[in-house]
């Protein structure tokens, strides 16, 4: 196996994953969600356990098998995300994969009955957990992921800015061959010195151990 050569190097390291879609209900039967399958988040969560890391790993619905020995929190609202991570922030590290809703609706009860005119559903905005993180941390890496479709470096680069995060690990999701659906991914990560590291396409699981060197050696160094 890959990870043997990693020789329990993050062990005794405290670390939280978010991962997945969240889903913001309308009513019964109905709710808002995203295209992510949470693979990304497993395979970090994964590979930082298989290097000895004490792994926390709150995730939204997704249809994939919880890694052995993490502890599990299974949210599904933006706000469950929000309150399963601010109450949980004693970490040595936080990388936050989860794509969250950046608005939410108001729940209606039961199950809305149609009606002959056009409808119109007012979102109101979620709260920003990793600029929360951001703002509140004390010791904790900050990890941020960034979702883009075009001028990823400038919007990646806004983003640490915004959240003050340590690192953003822009993912290009307007390339179709990899991303969200994929089992591979190419991802660049932007540090908050100014540095900046490609990650070629491989498996997620390849990718989520080379995420996880950068950051170690980044946390020396910052
Ligand atoms: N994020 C978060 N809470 C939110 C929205 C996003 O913690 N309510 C986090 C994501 O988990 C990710 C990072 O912020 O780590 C960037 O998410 P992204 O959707 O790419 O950026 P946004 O800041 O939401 O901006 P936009 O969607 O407009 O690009
Ligand atoms: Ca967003």
């Known amino acids: 196996q890959v990870t043997k050569q990693y020789n329990n190097d993050l062990f005794g390291k405290k670390i939280l994953v978010t991962a997945g879609p969240t889903i913001e209900r309308i009513d019964a039967v109905r709710y808002l969600t995203n295209n992510s399958t949470g693979r990304m988040g497993y395979a970090i969560a994964?590979?930082?356990q298989l290097r000895g890391a004490d792994v926390t790993l709150v995730s939204g619905p997704v249809q994939l098998k919880v890694p052995n020995n993490v502890r599990f929190v299974q949210i599904e609202s933006a706000a469950e995300m929000f309150e399963a991570v601010t109450t949980r922030m004693n970490q040595d590290i936080i990388i936050k994969a989860a794509a969250v809703a950046d608005y939410t609706i108001e729940r209606q009860h039961g199950k809305m009955k149609?009606?002959?005119e056009d409808f119109t559903l007012t979102l109101n905005r979620t709260q920003d957990i990793l600029k929360y993180l951001g703002e509140h941390k004390t010791t904790q890496y900050l990890a941020g992921f960034a979702?883009?479709?075009e001028q990823v470096e400038t919007y990646a680069r806004g983003k640490l800015v915004k959240k003050?995060?340590?690192v953003i690990i822009a993912n290009n999701v307007g390339d179709t061959s990899i991303g969200f659906k994929s089992d591979q991914n190419a991802v660049e990560m932007f540090f908050k010195n100014?540095?900046?590291r490609k990650i070629e396409k491989m498996p997620k699981l390849e990718i989520?151990?080379?995420i996880l060197?950068?950051?170690?050696?980044d946390m020396?160094?910052?």
């Not at 060197?213 to 050696?217: A, D, G, L």
């Open 213 to 217: 060197t950068s950051i170690k050696q």
């Open 164 to 166: 003050n995060a340590d």
């Open 194 to 196: 100014g540095a900046s």
């Open 147 to 149: 979702a883009e479709t």
């Open 114 to 116: 149609k009606k002959d």
């Open 46 to 48: 994964e590979a930082a």
């Open 208 to 210: 989520a151990h080379e």
């Open 220 to 222: 020396h160094v910052r």
